[in-house]
């Protein structure tokens, strides 16, 4: 019995130990303060891929270095900065920073749409407009991969015009973006 009071008070202090050692590890956890980026090709070279900047980004929305790289992207250098920070997203890719303009309606934040199955939309399009060599982009979503047109009152696709890039957004509307 005496073997037992002696093992007892060593396996409290080796306890006592070993979370005394877990709680000084978890307070400088929480003490130090999570990174944080307020310049998006750091932000992305941190982060590698995402689809629109996250929590540990703190830069203004459209940072005028991603602006003035649409610019040069679009070859635009008369359209005024403030209309591209405001009218543009910006994500990460493979690391780099890539920025599109909403410009005529294009759609930035989403993905491309590469299903050939008609939509209910598209069908209604054709039983109006039986040979209609374009369905148009108000029908078939701007996302759409492909050009579509009616035969006899069915959609049918006529062409791939658009490829996703490896996140799956419109890669000819998004522009790989240098620093300055």
């Not at 703190?58 to 635009?76: I, K, M, T, Y």
């Not at 890719?93 to 890539?98: N, S």
């Not at 009616?150 to 890039?165: A, I, K, L, R, Y």
């Amino acid at each position: 019995m005496k073997l037992q009071y002696i093992a007892l008070p060593c396996a409290l202090l080796l306890l006592a130990a070993s979370l005394a050692g877990c709680g000084a590890a978890n307070a400088a956890a929480a003490t130090s303060a999570p990174i944080s980026y307020s310049d998006p090709f750091a932000y992305c070279a941190a982060v590698g891929n995402i689809d629109a900047p996250g929590d540990t980004y703190a830069g203004p929305e459209v940072p005028e270095s991603v602006a003035q790289g649409l610019q040069v992207a679009l070859n635009a250098p008369d359209t005024p900065l403030e209309i591209l920070e405001n009218g543009s997203s910006w994500r990460c890719m493979d690391g780099a920073v890539y920025a599109c303009f909403v410009g005529a309606n294009l759609p930035c934040d989403a993905k491309a749409n590469t299903d050939q199955t008609p939509t209910q939309e598209e069908i209604d399009f054709c039983q109006q407009n039986k040979n209609a060599d374009v369905i148009p982009a108000v029908v078939t979503g701007r996302e759409t991969v492909f050009e579509w047109r009616c035969s006899d009152g069915t959609p049918e696709t006529v062409q791939q015009v658009f490829h996703p890039d490896a996140q799956g957004f419109l890669s000819e509307i998004w522009y790989k973006i240098s620093p300055n």
